[in-house]
Nanobody, 124 residues
Framework: QVQLVESGGGLVQAGGSLRLSCATSGRTFSNYGMGWFRQAPGKEREFVAAISWSGGSTRYADSVKGRFTISRANAKNTVVLQMNSLKPEDTAVYYC?????????????????WGQGTQVTVSS
């Protein structure tokens, strides 16, 4: 089992930045590929970013490319989502997720473990 706890959400003005962190515990963190997803009110959960076990491969949704950066620190069992140039349409609950394969995937069904989510609100 892997436990995931997100932090760093909050309220920010459009154009601002937030840094989300996901702390993990349980099994060996470096065995897992990690991802971030988000769910806006009235919408389905969608992929945001993913990173491989080593951090050597990443993938981003088109809507966040160039603005968001995913990274991980295996020694600290942490994955981070740096969000810059935020827009009101980025408002959502953001979820950290882990899958027990080392590659990169944007498919929600591939992920085995999920955090509780952290709210991000971007005001215009």
């Amino acid at each position: 089992q892997v436990q995931l706890v997100e932090s760093g959400g909050g309220l920010v003005q459009a154009g601002g930045s937030l840094r989300l962190s996901c702390a993990t515990s349980g099994r060996t963190f470096s065995n897992y590929g990690m991802g971030w997803f988000r769910q806006a009110p009235g919408k389905e959960r969608e992929f945001v970013a993913a990173i491989s076990w080593s951090g050597g491969s990443t993938r981003y949704a088109d809507s966040v490319k160039g603005r968001f950066t995913i990274s991980r620190a295996n020694a600290k069992n942490t994955v981070v989502l740096q969000m810059n140039s935020l827009k009101p349409e980025d408002t959502a609950v953001y979820y950290c997720a882990a899958h027990d394969a080392r590659g990169v995937t944007d498919a929600e069904d591939d992920y085995d473990y999920w955090g509780q989510g952290t709210q991000v609100t971007v005001s215009s």
